[in-house]
């Protein structure tokens, strides 16, 4: 269940350095009276006369419904942590303003390419209008999405990105400039000349686009600095399998400075910590960030990244039923992220970067 995955890092005062959400880091609800639109929300983007800059993003749904109720079917590796949660939620949520159908497939985790390659077929297979793709692997997609390239069915590349041409339009969190922000994070309090501090490395599964791009991003971030990745680990984004990675770390190497990777791995690493007693010594970095991570933020000593992940599942939506309907004004939208602490953390929107408090996972959802 997810809020058995959610966690929470649970002590008063907690030291954790945090830098860089993915970022891909998102039961009705409903906008609060006198609340602000999510919209228009700026982004880096390419629109389809190829001019590429910023821009700012505005819904169809700013303007009317879908012309049509369009199935969507909607393909995630996983949802065991609240970064796919949220998205969850901006698709559904975006899907009821827009008055279309939405149908949301589990794979189960990094390891089950092939789960969510069947997972596809039968969606499309059962009378899906378009397909918004969260890829397990960067590189192993291109057979189901030239298939689908085939029988018309567009695809939106969300999040996390694959190689492949035969996707219509992407939109993705941009985790190299996550990874690079937690670089420049790290390398800014540890700058070329001072002294050494060593760093383990744990962004998720190997092969991944989204891990891929936050390996390039976080090593062109700490180039030229006295930050060292002494230790690289690849694992599922499951805190079980994540605990174990840190745990093996803990046991192999007694000078690490920063063990830097997803939310999960942070919260389910803090407990390890503890129970060594090196959680003042040995500090946390997590790349995007969750519930228990925004709250400790607002209570101060840490900084974190947010990346707008349910605003990104909002435009993902928006895109598939732009396809469908020949309104789409931007083949690449990339989401753009910042930096928190304290002292700003009031001008960070929750709704764009956390599903509310109480939702829980929508698999189906008919207007």
Not at 134 to 145: F, G, H, Q
Not at 286 to 301: A, E, H, N, Q, R
Not at 305 to 318: E, F, N, Q, Y
Request: hydrophobic residues 40%; neutral net charge.
């Amino acid at each position: 269940m997810v809020d058995q995955a959610r966690g929470r890092v649970v002590k008063s005062g907690l030291r954790i350095a945090i830098a860089a959400c993915t970022g891909f880091m998102l039961g009705a609800f409903l906008t609060p009276a006198g609340a602000r639109e999510w919209y228009p929300l700026p982004i880096k983007g390419k629109r389809v006369d190829d001019k590429e800059g910023r821009f700012e993003y505005t819904p169809l749904s700013a303007i009317a419904k879908a012309g049509k109720n369009w199935l969507i079917c909607v393909s995630f590796p996983h949802m065991k942590d609240p970064f796919f949660l949220a998205a969850n939620y901006g698709i559904v949520d975006e899907a009821k303003k827009l008055g279309v159908s939405v149908q949301t497939f589990d794979a189960g985790g990094y390891t089950e390419l092939g789960k969510q390659i069947s997972q596809i077929e039968d969606c499309v297979a059962g009378g899906a209008d378009a397909l918004i793709m969260v890829a397990i692997a960067r590189d192993s997609m291109d057979n189901i999405l030239t298939e689908l390239k085939r029988k018309n069915i567009p695809v939106v590349d969300a999040i996390n990105g694959v190689s492949s041409k035969d996707t219509a339009v992407r939109i993705l969190t941009s985790p190299y400039d996550e990874g690079l922000r937690a670089g420049h994070y790290l390398a800014a309090k540890h700058p070329q000349g001072g002294k050494e501090v060593n760093v383990a490395w744990l962004p998720g599964p190997a092969g991944a686009g989204f891990v891929i791009a936050f390996d390039n991003g976080f090593c062109e971030g700490i180039k030229d600095s006295a930050v060292k990745v002494i230790e690289a680990k690849y694992g599922d984004i499951g805190r079980e399998v994540q605990a174990r990675l840190v745990e093996d770390i803990l046991q192999t190497h007694k000078d690490i400075d920063y063990v830097v990777g997803t939310a999960v791995m942070v919260e389910g690493a803090y407990p390890l910590l503890r129970a060594r007693g090196v959680e003042d010594k040995v500090k946390l970095v997590s790349v995007y960030t969750t519930p228990g991570i925004y709250d400790f933020l607002k209570s101060g000593g840490i900084e974190a990244g947010a990346s707008p992940v349910v605003s990104t599942a909002r435009i993902a939506l928006d895109e598939a039923v732009r396809l469908l309907e020949k309104k789409v004004e931007y083949a690449d939208v990339g989401t753009i992220g910042k930096v928190y602490s304290k002292p700003d953390i009031g001008t960070l929107d929750r709704a764009t970067v956390l599903a509310p408090a109480d939702y829980r996972p929508v698999f189906s959802y008919k207007p």
